[in-house]
């Protein structure tokens, strides 16, 4: 019996290789609303926020409403227009979902996508029922505010020491801190490993397989010798 009965997983820069179309959707938006540029690492920086939190982040000066709707309408206009082609799953996603799904895991996603956009996601690779919640950032309470978490644990009826979030951002791990449970920290989407140990996740990997090693460890009650147990 796996100690962990619930794994919750981010959607971009977890499971979904879509981390540079992200950055690329919010330039071209800042480009059709007159404003700046940000970097690519401040716009790194803010992937997983609620996309209204997001912008007011990046554009803290802005304080006027119409100007943020047109870039919120912007980005997710020039997101759609990059995704012609759905964003690809990592190495390993596809193999390692359908194993924890055998071996009697809940699966959740907690994501700071917006509603129809994973809706369309879903559906273009056959998931659309696949997990057994999923909570977006426009119903729910952007990260790292735990409610989504929270939402996720009461459908489920697991306990937060028995659930597991999985991501690659300081808001996924402190998230996952403000409602009681383990992370794991994902050093090939947004944000880099370096930042992400500074919110003391239980585990640090490179790869996505290193998860279910790891997993799989445990349960067999024998340490992993993979990447980076920190706990």
């Not at 990592?90 to 924890?100: P, T």
């Not at 999923?134 to 009826?157: F, Y």
């Amino acid at each position: 019996m796996p100690d962990y009965q619930l794994l919750i997983f981010d959607w971009d820069g977890t499971l979904v290789d879509s981390i540079g179309r992200i950055v690329e959707a919010m330039h071209r938006a800042a480009d059709v609303a007159g404003v700046p540029r940000c970097t690519d690492v401040a716009v790194r920086g803010i992937i997983g926020l609620e996309l209204g939190v997001a912008i007011r982040t990046l554009y803290p000066e802005l304080d006027e409403p119409l100007r943020i709707e047109t870039i919120r309408r912007a980005y997710s206009e020039q997101y759609l227009a990059l995704e012609t082609e759905p964003s690809p799953l990592f190495e390993g996603v596809r193999e390692s979902l359908e194993a924890f799904r055998e071996q009697g895991y809940q699966l959740a996603v907690a994501t700071g996508k917006g509603r129809k956009g994973l809706h369309r996601v879903l559906v273009d690779k056959g998931w659309l029922d696949y997990f057994d919640i999923t909570r977006c950032a426009d119903e729910t309470a952007s990260k790292p505010d735990p409610l989504m978490l929270h939402e996720i644990l009461a459908h489920c009826r697991v306990q937060p020491e028995r659930a597991l979030m999985v991501g690659d951002s300081t808001f996924d791990l402190l998230m996952a801190r403000n409602a009681g449970m383990d992370a794991v920290a994902v050093g090939f989407g947004a944000q880099p490993l370096s930042l992400l140990r500074e919110c003391s996740p239980r585990l640090a990997i490179n790869e996505f397989n290193e998860l279910r090693a790891w997993l799989d460890g445990r349960c067999a009650q024998r340490p992993a010798e993979v990447s980076e147990d920190v706990g």
